[in-house]
């Protein structure tokens, strides 16, 4: 299967494995699909304990406890886990992480899973990414940032065609434009230095336009090794045919039939040159490094790093993990990273959101949601919970944009497919959404990206 061979050196496989013998209770942050994900896959290892979430959603609040801790205070969250022996905090979002939630739990002793403050500026700071990039020698977007709006529009004019306008800062996913005119990246501009992304957009990046077909590589790393995950590939814009706004991600499938092994390698090495550069730097870098590439006619080229797992990547990707991902994520803090072992189960995996009608715009909460049990009573189906909520009479109810992520395994990339959408049509609420498309594209081979 064509796949990410991370993992499978005959090193990693050789050495002794992590050995707990006592049960480890949990605190996991964040409230999406990726979480959902998380939980249900560290749930299946028999060393959990008890299972804490903060905030939580309606699937995870079925199956942990929910914790009263805000997960964007980092002395909160490490005074929360201290009183109640939490043995690991996992931290799904980037806010937490940019805020130092993960510094404030290891300073507390308690092993953490997300990288510390300063690692996750490569998400936080895309100045700060594309200086990493630049000074690691690896292939991306040619760039300029600027902090002065005039300066900033003298660029945009002086490009004179199409190129991305980015705030800085974390913007919930909302804060990248690929303009297609003069006109459009200088609105973009106007747009975030009047403050349309507050803090976020006080520095604009403004980048060259990439084009191919899109590839995430999530990587694991303990600050020295790097285990890639399986490939996968998310679908942003909101409407069939890549059309429409982009979201956070309406749907996604892993492996990535399109992707070579050779571009498989390059993506890894581009991932390994820029950890050892954060190394070099004196920044220590334990988690997820989320690599999202740009396939181009040149090889593949970052568009971005996040320093955290992807959603909905996860959910396909964690799908297909036949590791305790406990041990992994145990690993990636201690240390010991080398010595776990990633293998995958031989099926494709498809993932379809179902969004609130309205969404990424506004949209209206509150939907009552039936046929989960219906769509997961098929074989190969798991339906991770993003933006749904427990009622008080124990129903779920749409509580957020993307509110359900329908998952399908299955033994050929069109069988996931198929089985994903027929999952799709036994749920139900009112304003339900999706895309119809998702793999479509990638079914029709490499030549569908050369329009
Ligand atoms: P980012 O948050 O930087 O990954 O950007 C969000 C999305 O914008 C990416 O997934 C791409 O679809 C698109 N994008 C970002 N940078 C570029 C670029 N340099 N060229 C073309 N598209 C881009
Ligand atoms: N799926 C895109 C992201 O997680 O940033």
């Known amino acids: 299967m064509n796949d990410s061979r991370g993992g499978v050196s005959p090193d990693m496989l050789g050495r002794a494995k992590h050995v707990i013998t006592t049960k480890v209770d949990i605190l996991l942050l964040g409230s999406g699909g990726r979480e959902h994900a998380m939980l249900k896959k560290l749930a299946e290892s028999p060393r959990v304990g008890k299972l804490w979430v903060a905030p939580g959603n309606g699937g995870m609040l079925q199956m942990a406890e929910k914790a009263d801790v805000d997960p964007n205070d980092p002395e909160a969250v490490a005074t929360f886990a201290k009183e109640h022996h939490i043995r690991l ?21 308690i092993p953490c899973f997300g990288p510390s403050a300063d690692a996750a500026q490569m998400e936080g700071s895309k100045e700060f990414a594309k200086k990493v990039m630049e000074k690691a020698g690896v292939p991306t977007a040619a760039w300029k940032a600027f902090t002065d709006q005039a300066a900033c529009e003298g660029y945009v004019r002086e490009l004179g065609g199409p190129c991305v306008v980015k705030a800085d800062g974390l913007a919930a996913g909302k804060g990248v434009v690929v303009a297609q005119s003069t006109d459009e990246a200088l609105a973009a501009v106007r747009s975030c230095f009047e403050g349309a992304f507050g803090e976020a957009g006080s520095t604009v990046v403004v980048e060259e336009m990439l084009k191919g077909p899109e590839c995430s590589l999530l990587a694991l790393t303990d600050g020295k090794a790097l285990v890639p995950l399986a490939a996968s590939q998310d679908h942003k814009r909101a409407l069939d045919g890549d059309l429409g706004p982009n979201t956070g991600g309406m749907g996604v499938y892993s492996p990535v039939p399109i992707v070579t092994e050779e571009e498989l390698d390059q993506m890894a090495e581009i991932e390994r040159r820029v950890l050892a550069e954060l190394h070099h730097e004196g920044i220590d870098y334990r988690g997820c490094l989320y690599g999202g590439f740009m396939l181009t006619k040149d090889g593949p ?19 297909r993990m036949e590791a305790d991902l406990l041990d992994v994520f145990l690993a990636c803090d201690d240390g010991t990273l080398m010595n776990e072992p990633i293998d995958w189960k031989e099926k494709w995996a498809v993932s379809v959101v179902l969004t609130s009608a309205g ?34 009479d124990g129903s779920l109810v749409t509580s957020g944009g993307r509110v359900l992520d329908v998952t399908a395994l299955g033994d050929t990339f069109e069988a996931a497919r198929d089985l994903a959408y027929k999952a799709c049509d036994l749920i139900d609420f009112e304003g339900k ?5 998702i793999g479509l594209r990638a079914l029709r081979g490499r ?3 050369e329009v």
């Open 433 to 437: 959404t999706y895309r119809s498309d």
């Open 89 to 109: 905090v996992v931290i799904g979002p980037e806010a937490p992480l940019v805020a130092g939630v993960a510094d404030a739990v290891r300073a507390a002793h």
């Open 301 to 319: 080229k970052v568009l971005e790093f996040n320093a955290r797992f992807g959603d909905p990547e996860t959910q396909v990707v964690l799908s």
């Open 359 to 392: 969404y990424p715009g506004s949209y209206e909460k509150g939907k009552r949601i039936t046929g989960i049990e219906d769509a997961e009573a098929l074989d190969g189906v798991i339906v991770y919970h993003a933006g749904d909520a427990l009622a008080e």
């Open 447 to 449: 030549g569908a990206w």
